[in-house]
C-alpha cells in the first residue's frame, strides 16, 4: 500500500524503517498537516497516517483527503489528541503509539491498542515463513561489479515480495553503504557480528541496526560494511556465522557482498590463533545456500576469473548448483565479434562453465544508478542489464508464479524437442 505520513519524528522513522516488511510504501513524510495537504494531490497515496496532533491533523488536510477519496488512519496517544480529533471530524481515532500493527488491526479482533502494537511487529519479524535463503556474491580483483549486481538482486527480491536484507561482508573496501547513499559511521554488520559473539543479536537489535535507503520503489534492508578497513578483526569466522544465522531467522533472502580475496595464509605470519582478514568473506561463501560467481567480460577479467573460480571451488566444495557463474558488462568493445559465443566457449573450455549468465554492459543504467544511489530496477527500469538480473534473482529464489513459469517454459521445449 502508498503511504503518506505526518507524524512526530520518531513515530515517523519507525513507520518508514518497517514499510517495506509490512508490504507498504512509504511515498512522503511530512512534518505538518498543511505541507501534507499541498503536496497530495500530486501523489498516488492510497492511504495516510497521521498524529492527532494541531501540528499533524489540520482542518485543510482532513479536507484534501475527503476530496480526494484518500483514506486515513488517525492515531490519538491520549484524550487530548482524541478531543482534537473530534473537534477535526474525526469520529474513528485509534489508540496509539503509531505503527503498522494499527493498520492490520483494522480487520483483527478488538485488542488493548498498546499491546496490539507491541505484539504485531514482532510476529511480522520474529515468524517468517521460512529461514531465508542466503545468496553470497563474488567475484575476483578488478571491480567485476559484485557490490553493483548484490544491490540490483536486493532490489529484484524485494520487488518479488520477499522481505530482504543486504549486508556487506566485505572486510577490504566495503561499498554498499555510499553506493545507496548511507551513513557508514556505526557499520550494521560489524555491530551485528559482535552481537553474536555474545548471544545478544535478536529481531530487536536487528531491526534497529538494519536500515532502509530512502526512496526505494521496493524496500529491503541493509546491514552497512565497515567504514574504516582496520576493523576487520570485528568480522570473525565464528561472529559471521553467528549473524548469519540470526539473519536467516529475520527475512526471507538474506544477499551477501563479500570481498574478492579467498587467501587463507595470512594467519601463518602470526599466532594461529589470531583473526583471520578474509575469514568473513569464506565463512559467508561456506554458510550460503547460493553463490554468485561474478567475472568481468574483458581479456583481463576471464583470465582472472578462471584462476580465482577454481579457488572458489577447492574452498567451499558447494553442490554443482550452488554456484551460479554470472559474466558481467558483456560488450562487444572489449571481446570482439560475438562476445557472448567466445566468452561462453571460453569458460567451457577452460573452466567446465557450461551455463552462465550473461549481463550486458549498460554505461547509462549503471551511471544513473550510481548518480541517484539507487539499485538498477529504479534507476532504469527498462535496461537490458536490469531485466538480466531479474531473470537471475528469479533463478537464485524462485517465486512460486516464476517457478511454474519456468516449468512450463522448460516442459514446453522438451515437447519440441520430442516433436
Not at 91 to 114: I, K, Q
Not at 205 to 210: G, I, N, V
Not at 235 to 251: D, H, K, M, N, T
Not at 333 to 352: D, E, H, K, M, S
Request: net charge negative; aromatic share 4%; glycine share 10%.
Amino acid at each position: 500500500m502508498r503511504v503518506a505520513l505526518a507524524l512526530p519524528l520518531d513515530a515517523e522513522q519507525h513507520l518508514a524503517d518497517t514499510a517495506g516488511y509490512h508490504g507498504h510504501e512509504v511515498l512522503i513524510r511530512c512534518s505538518g498537516g498543511d505541507e501534507l495537504a499541498v503536496r497530495l494531490p500530486q501523489l498516488a497515496v492510497e492511504l495516510v497516517v497521521v498524529q492527532a496532533t494541531p501540528q499533524h491533523l489540520t482542518s485543510r488536510l482532513v479536507e484534501t483527503a475527503d476530496a480526494l477519496g484518500t483514506r486515513m488512519l488517525v492515531v490519538a496517544d491520549d484524550d487530548e489528541q482524541h478531543r482534537h480529533a473530534a473537534r477535526a471530524g474525526i469520529v474513528d481515532a485509534v489508540g496509539g503509539p503509531a505503527g503498522w500493527g494499527l493498520l492490520e488491526g483494522e480487520t483483527a479482533p478488538p485488542a488493548p491498542p498498546a499491546e496490539h502494537e507491541q505484539a504485531a511487529p514482532a510476529l511480522a519479524l520474529a515468524q517468517p515463513r521460512r529461514a531465508a535463503t542466503v545468496v553470497a556474491v563474488w567475484g575476483p580483483h578488478g571491480a567485476p561489479g559484485r557490490t553493483s549486481l548484490a544491490i540490483g538482486l536486493a532490489a529484484e527480491f524485494a520487488a518479488a515480495g520477499l522481505r530482504t536484507v543486504l549486508a556487506d561482508a566485505d572486510t577490504h573496501a566495503a561499498s554498499v553503504a555510499p553506493a545507496l547513499g548511507l551513513l557508514d559511521e556505526a557499520p550494521g554488520f560489524a555491530a551485528a557480528c559482535r552481537l553474536a559473539g555474545i548471544g545478544g543479536l535478536d529481531d530487536a537489535q536487528l531491526e534497529r541496526l538494519a536500515v532502509t535507503p530512502r526512496g526505494l520503489r521496493h524496500p529491503f534492508r541493509v546491514l552497512t560494511g565497515i567504514g574504516r578497513p582496520a576493523r576487520w578483526p570485528e568480522l570473525g569466522p565464528e561472529r559471521v556465522a553467528g549473524a548469519i544465522s540470526a539473519i536467516r531467522q529475520w527475512c526471507d533472502v538474506l544477499v551477501v557482498d563479500v570481498a574478492a580475496s579467498l587467501e587463507q595464509d595470512d594467519e601463518l605470519a602470526s599466532d594461529l590463533a589470531a583473526p583471520r582478514r578474509n575469514a568473513a568473506g569464506v565463512e559467508a561463501l561456506r554458510t550460503a545456500d547460493r553463490i554468485v560467481a561474478v567475472a568481468s567480460a574483458d581479456p583481463v577479467g576471464i583470465p582472472r576469473f578462471l584462476r580465482d573460480h577454481a579457488e572458489l571451488l577447492d574452498l567451499v566444495q558447494p553442490d554443482p548448483e550452488g554456484v551460479t557463474v554470472v559474466v558481467n558488462k558483456l560488450r562487444q568493445g572489449a571481446i570482439g565479434l560475438n562476445p557472448t559465443g567466445q566468452v561462453r566457449q571460453t569458460l567451457a573450455r577452460f573452466g567446465g562453465i557450461e551455463r552462465p549468465t550473461f549481463v550486458p554492459w549498460d554505461a547509462a543504467a549503471f551511471d544513473a544508478a550510481l548518480l541517484g544511489a539507487r539499485p538498477l530496477a529504479d534507476a532504469a527500469p527498462r535496461s537490458p542489464a536490469r531485466a538480466a538480473v531479474r531473470e537471475l534473482a528469479a533463478t537464485l529464489v524462485p517465486t512460486g508464479a516464476e517457478a511454474g513459469a519456468r516449468r512450463r517454459r522448460a516442459r514446453g521445449a522438451d515437447e519440441r524437442r520430442l516433436a
